[in-house]
């Protein structure tokens, strides 16, 4: 069974930083290439930024490129993203799951909640 648990969410100000972890099972890790994904208030589940199995090739959607930083240790199950220079615009609930050439899994996780705000 899919289980993908997402933390390190949180309140930070404008300009500040946190770094989101994504604990996979259920499924061969190494195998799949895998994408953070984010949904902000009455909007559609957007995607973030995507990684290769392997972790060589990463790719970043125009709002955050320069800012977030899509990164996976393979050992550990683990994804990360870590979010630098974060905007009120980036407050959302943030989730993992397959993406690039991957399908996305139909369960997803309960998300983790970044607020930005003063």
């Known amino acids: 069974q899919v289980q993908l648990v997402e933390s390190g969410g949180g309140l930070v100000q404008p300009g500040g930083s946190l770094k989101l972890s994504c604990v996979v099972s259920g499924f061969t890790f190494d195998n799949f290439d895998m994408a953070w994904y984010r949904r902000q208030p009455e909007k559609e589940r957007e995607l973030v930024a995507e990684?290769?199995?392997?972790?060589?090739?990463?790719d970043n959607a125009d709002s955050v490129k320069g800012r977030f930083t899509i990164s996976r240790d393979n050992a550990k199950n683990t994804m990360y993203l870590e979010m630098n220079g974060l905007k009120p615009e980036d407050t959302a609930v943030y989730y993992c799951?397959?993406?690039?050439?991957?399908?996305?899994?139909?369960?997803w996780g309960q998300g983790t909640q970044v607020t930005v705000s003063s």
């Open positions: 990684i290769t199995s392997t972790g060589l090739i990463t």
């Open positions: 799951n397959a993406g690039f050439r991957d399908t996305p899994f139909n369960s």
